[in-house]
């Protein structure tokens, strides 16, 4: 007996289900580096919690493998800056925090956001495979300055799942650059962390300002559900 494959299927969420189709939706991972996740990254150094983001490691790795599993398109983006560009945004004790630093474009590996070239990279639980593809930004969100939306589009994509962090910044940005280029964008809740605890619940509610908007929130579970549950299958 033929096992049936839905073209469609949805995942209870806020402020409306999300209802997608899994050969034309993509996985993003915004900003998982290790400068900004591990104890010795810079992000420490500067006074952030790092317990606060170290907390949604596992469920980044279980949605990334989910993904990996549905054959959804997966995309890593990290911030990546030239050391002679950096933007006026970043403070002086950040552009002097790592003399020699080099800028890697999207076609080279040794991505660099800021201190040694490791810092850079995606921390070692979340590595990209080789078939995955790799976006370094030069701003917050992931379309800016990249070839992201080119990427989508020659793989006719049009639904994002997305976690990382920032969650009122990185994540906010790229949620309102994709929406403004028509793509409807999935926000897993706890697979995202901001800065400051307090900005998660407005960032999650600036995220999804309308149902109109084509952004919607769920968690893991409730996403993770929908490959699994019978009742959430779409029809054609």
Request: aromatic share 6%.
């Amino acid at each position: 007996m033929e096992t049936r494959v839905p073209e469609k299927l949805a995942v209870r969420a806020a402020p409306c289900d999300f209802v997608f189709d899994p050969a034309k939706t993509a996985l993003l991972v915004v900003d998982m580096q290790r400068d900004l996740i591990e104890a010795a990254g810079l992000a420490h150094a500067l006074g952030t919690d790092m317990l606060r983001l170290q907390q949604i490691v596992p469920t980044v790795a279980e949605l990334l493998a989910v993904c990996r599993d549905e054959a959804l398109m997966i995309v890593h983006a990290r911030e990546a800056h030239a050391a002679n560009a950096l933007p006026s945004r970043i403070p002086e004790r950040w552009q002097g925090s790592a003399p020699g630093r080099t800028f890697a474009d999207e076609s080279d590996t040794r991505s660099v956001f800021t201190g040694a070239e490791a810092g850079g990279d995606s921390i070692p639980a979340l590595r990209p495979r080789s078939c995955e593809s790799v976006i370094n930004k030069p701003g917050r969100g992931a379309f800016y300055g990249t070839t992201l939306e080119d990427q989508l589009r020659n793989r006719c994509i049009t639904h994002l799942i997305l976690g990382g962090i920032t969650t009122e910044l990185c994540i906010q940005a790229t949620i309102h650059e994709a929406a403004d280029r028509g793509f409807h964008c999935l926000l897993i809740e706890d697979a995202t962390e901001p800065w400051n605890p307090e900005f998660k619940a407005p960032a999650l509610s600036m995220a999804m300002t309308s149902a109109n908007s084509g952004v919607c929130t769920a968690t893991f579970a409730e996403f993770a559900n929908a490959f699994t549950k019978d009742e959430h299958l779409v029809g054609s």
